[in-house]
């Protein structure tokens, strides 16, 4: 079973089944990636100094779910959903409770629901980022002097095969030197040929993320790349889900990673 090593505890994880996977490992299996980028903890900080400062108000009010709610519940999504779900209820049934909640939470109540909200966009989109080489530089020729040449690693097909528009808890950004296209796409959809690549690096670094997410391209993606006989690939590799979905949450705090693939 593969593993994912955090703090010098390990959570099981699943890795994704690609071409791209199976290289990865032959280079980073069991290699401490130091974290480059730390998860964005501003969201959760605010609304949980919100919370707490005006629980008593909360209490007094019987707002239960505000005024039971932990600091760490605050980085699980269906927590957020029953908090939003317990403001907006209070203030459909009480209809002058805003003014009411606002003047003894020094405005607080107002703030409160954006910064829900502002939670909820952190847990979903942010990423924190593990890798080694420069903490600037996501295209890092010094680090890549073994990876990084115009020799792919995978093949064209592989790599269309192993991209994806839908993330994992743990993602690899592409490596190449060129735009892949749909970079090309949204920033350059008439220079492809000259300076689009597909050539199948391995990059340093992998994105973490707290839940997967399956966006999808803008419209009209597809149809550029079947007029300009192009690869429909999407914006990044796939590696890894952690099994249990609320194992993710350890990267918040974590140092470094280490993925294990025996």
């Known amino acids: 079973m593969p593993i994912c ?17 199976k290289e990865w490992l032959k280079c980073f299996n069991n290699t401490a990636l130091p974290v480059k980028k730390h998860y964005d903890k501003k969201p959760h900080a605010k609304l949980w100094s ?23 519940d605050l980085w699980n999504s269906s927590k957020l959903q029953e908090i939003h779900l317990e403001i907006v209820t209070w203030q459909k049934k009480y209809k002058k409770s805003t003014d009411f909640a606002n003047a003894n939470t020094n405005n607080g109540w107002d703030y409160l629901h954006d910064h829900v909200h502002a939670m909820e966009q952190c847990i979903r989109y942010t990423s924190a980022v593990f890798g080694v080489g420069d903490t600037e530089l996501s295209h890092d020729s010094k680090t890549f002097s073994k990876l990084w040449t115009w020799e ?3 093949s064209a097909d592989d790599f269309k095969q192993s991209s994806s528009f839908d993330h994992y808890h743990i993602n690899v950004p592409f490596a190449e030197l060129g ?18 690549s597909i050539t199948g690096q391995i990059a340093n670094d992998v994105l973490v993320q707290l839940v997967k997410t399956y966006p999808r391209p803008d419209e009209g993606y597809e149809q550029w790349c079947e007029d300009n ?9 796939p590696l890894a889900n952690f099994i249990n979905k609320s194992d993710a949450q350890q990267i918040v705090d974590a140092s470094e990673i280490k993925i294990i693939h025996d």
């Open 50 to 72: 919100t919370i707490q400062s005006n629980k008593n108000f909360f209490q007094k009010m019987q707002l239960e779910k505000l005024s039971k709610i932990t600091e760490n």
């Open 179 to 196: 735009r892949h296209p749909y970079e090309s796409y949204l920033y350059s959809p008439k220079t492809y040929h000259a300076e689009g």
């Open 5 to 21: 090593v955090i703090k010098d505890k390990e959570f099981k994880i699943e890795i994704a089944d690609t071409p791209f996977a």
């Open 152 to 154: 792919s690693k995978i």
């Open 229 to 237: 006989n192009v690869p429909c690939v999407g914006t990044h590799f």
